[in-house]
């Protein structure tokens, strides 16, 4: 079946089009950008090892922690915290 966007269910979200062709979002990009805004926002210095340090703890799963966090401070039960997320555990 097609969802909304007229695209299959099973096709993952996260595609756009470039000039190389259809490319997939990765973790790999989600933390890349995540650390350029943290570099700006926060004023690290990704050339400094202290702040390579800090940058590197931000990760693609860095979104879903977030996004566990404000579930459960707006009052959702943990078992829909993980459906929605998809985590099993």
């Known amino acids: 079946t097609r969802g909304p966007t007229q695209q ?3 096709s ?4 756009y089009d470039s000039h190389h062709g259809t490319k997939f979002i990765t973790g790999a990009d989600t933390a890349s950008s995540l650390r350029t805004v943290a570099a700006a926002v926060y004023k690290l210095d990704p050339a400094k090892r202290r ?18 966090n404000i579930l ?15 985590w099993k555990s």
Request: hydrophobic residues 40%; glycine residues 4%.
């Open 8 to 10: 299959p269910i099973a």
């Open 12 to 15: 993952p979200l996260g595609v």
């Open 51 to 68: 702040d390579q340090a800090i940058l590197s703890r931000y990760s693609a799963h860095s979104i879903f922690a977030l996004a566990a």
């Open 72 to 86: 459960h401070r707006q009052g959702m039960s943990d078992s829909y915290i993980q459906k929605r997320l998809r």
